[in-house]
């Protein structure tokens, strides 16, 4: 069974870090485009970062750019993404997703991913 499993979310205080994990069992994501995906409540799932099949490209939203990194360990078939000066408003459950399709050009659009993790809450408190 093919799995993403997220990690690493919890509660810090604004200005903080936290690194989450998205650890993919089942198969090998190895040339897929990987992503962050994230929803506050009452809102809509938006885009994060996302980073190339090859891995030689990344992409951030806006909000997060200077402050976030994503980046992966094909070794251990695991994605990272690093979360430094956290904000309130980063508040919200993160998901990891893969590309239904290998090779493809990085998509903004959640539609594009075919595989998902179950999500990890990140509260960030004022």
């Known amino acids: 069974q093919v799995q993403l499993v997220e990690s690493g979310g919890g509660l810090v205080q604004a200005g903080g870090s936290l690194r989450l994990s998205c650890a993919a069992s089942?198969?090998?994501?190895?040339?897929?485009?990987m992503g962050w995906f994230r929803q506050a409540p009452g809102k809509e799932r938006e885009f994060v970062a996302a980073?190339?099949?090859?891995?030689?490209?990344?992409y951030y939203t806006d909000s997060v750019k200077g402050r976030f990194t994503i980046s992966r360990d094909n070794a251990k078939n695991t994605m990272y993404l690093q979360m430094n000066s956290l904000k309130p408003e980063d508040t919200a459950v993160y998901y990891c997703?893969?590309?239904?399709?290998?090779?493809?050009?990085?998509?903004?659009?959640?539609?594009?991913?075919?595989?998902w993790g179950q999500g990890t809450q990140v509260t960030v408190s004022s």
């Open positions: 089942g198969r090998t994501f190895n040339g897929y485009v």
């Open positions: 997703a893969a590309d239904s399709f290998a090779r493809r050009a990085v998509s903004l659009r959640s539609g594009a991913y075919g595989t």
């Open positions: 980073l190339s099949w090859s891995g030689g490209s990344t």
